[in-house]
Structures are given as C-alpha cells and as structure tokens.
C-alpha cells in the first residue's frame, strides 16, 4: 500500500519561499496511471488544489497560485516537491501530498498533512 | 473559477438519511462523470468515499452512495451512525482548474 510523508519546515517568513518535499513508498512515482497532488487546507477552511504533476509530463497549477508555485518530480527519489513563493499569512495551511488517480481530483492516497505557518 | 458549492451543514438522527448536494456548472459537475466524495475526521487527512460519481472504493461501507442529475452530484449516507459525524467534501474535474466544494459539516444527532 502506497504510503506518502511531507516534510519541510514548518514555519516560513512572510515574502520568503516555502518548501516541501513528499516521499513516496510502497509505489513507484513513475506509475503511468497517477498524478501526484499537492493540496492545502487553511484553518478551518476548505480543501484547495495547489497543483498536480505526472512523472513524464508537465505540472498544472490552480491559476490563482500559477504565478508563485513550482511543482516538480524526482523519478530516482521517488519523491516530489512544491515551492510556493513569495508567501504572506494567507498562505497559511495544512498541506497535504497526494496521489491522484488519472488527473481528475480521484485523491486515493494522502499524506498525513504537515502544518506551514507564515509568520515572522 | 469558484468552489463548488455545497451547503454547509447538514444532520440527521442515528439510522436515517442525510444528503449532501455540491452544485457546479457544466463546466465542471455537469460535464463530467469525476465527482468525488471525501470524508474528514477533525485533525485527520481526507479519505475517499466516492469515485466517477457512484463509485465505492474497496472498504467504504454501501451505506455511502453517490449520484449526479446535471450540475448538481449528491451524497446520501444511509443508516447514519455516529461515526459519519464529520465534514465531507465534492470534488469535480474540470479540464483546466479541478475543483473542491466548500465542505459540509455532518452532524448526527
């Protein structure tokens, strides 16, 4: 059963980048059928997608964060990562790593959410 | 491109019916069959109740059921019990933005 962990720090200044990375085990990142997702949840709030990436194709990013966000695959880590820059207090969220089957928001797999405060 | 809405709260007495609405367009709900349902315990990640609309992952009790009529998918949790007190949340694919609903609140009285 395929198992994801976030990691990265968990407290970032205002207008500086944040950073995550989600380690994927039980499975390989190079399946042909999955995307890997990165989704946040403010609290108290609702689910947002942030973006998504396929090992062998090119990320798609939720327009209202396209400008700040970077998504990207390590195939031989079997991991993936977001970077989300330039960041204030909204940013502020649970975030979860997870896997989607075929592109379409079918999340099957999520990691257990790591908490990024943006705080000086 | 706006979540989809879905109202938030609902409730219902142990061993009834509650459903959950989550309202689209036809550029989302209505033009797809990728809906999905999530369940969210307090402090816990999403997990997913139901796929492509009325589709039960391996594990999830039938008492989980989903269904779409144009714009609007509904989840109807049958047999209430306490333990489907939680939030739940739609989702839809929608070519160039894949959306999530607000979330409902379920409460089981």
């Known amino acids: 059963q395929v198992q994801l962990q976030e990691s990265g720090p968990g407290l970032v200044k205002p207008s500086q980048t944040l950073s995550l990375t989600c380690t994927v085990s039980?499975?390989?990142?190079?399946?042909?059928?999955?995307?890997w997702s990165w989704i946040r949840q403010p609290p108290g709030k609702g689910l947002e997608c942030i973006g998504y990436?396929?090992?062998?194709?090119?990320?798609y990013y939720n327009p209202s964060l396209k400008s700040r966000v970077t998504i990207s695959v390590d195939t031989s880590k079997n991991q993936f990562s977001l970077k989300l820059r330039s960041v204030t207090a909204a940013d502020t969220a649970v975030y979860y790593c997870a896997r989607d089957r075929g592109g379409v928001l079918t999340i099957d797999s999520w990691g257990q959410g790591t908490l990024v405060t943006v705080s000086s | 491109q706006s979540a989809l809405t879905q109202p938030p709260s609902a409730s219902g007495s142990p061993g009834q019916s509650v459903t959950i609405s989550c309202t689209g367009t036809s550029s989302d709900v209505g033009g797809y069959s990728y809906v999905s349902w999530y369940q969210q315990h307090p402090g816990k990640a999403p997990k997913l109740m139901i796929y492509d609309v009325s589709k039960r992952p391996s594990g999830v009790p039938d008492r989980f059921s989903g269904s779409k009529s144009g714009n609007t998918a509904s989840l109807t949790v049958s047999g209430l019990q306490a333990e489907d007190e939680a939030d739940y949340y739609c989702s839809s694919y929608a070519g160039s933005n894949n959306l999530f609903g607000g979330g409902t609140k379920l409460t089981v009285l």
């Open positions: 990436i396929h090992y062998s194709g090119s990320p």
């Open positions: 039980g499975g390989s990142i190079s399946s042909a059928d999955y995307y």
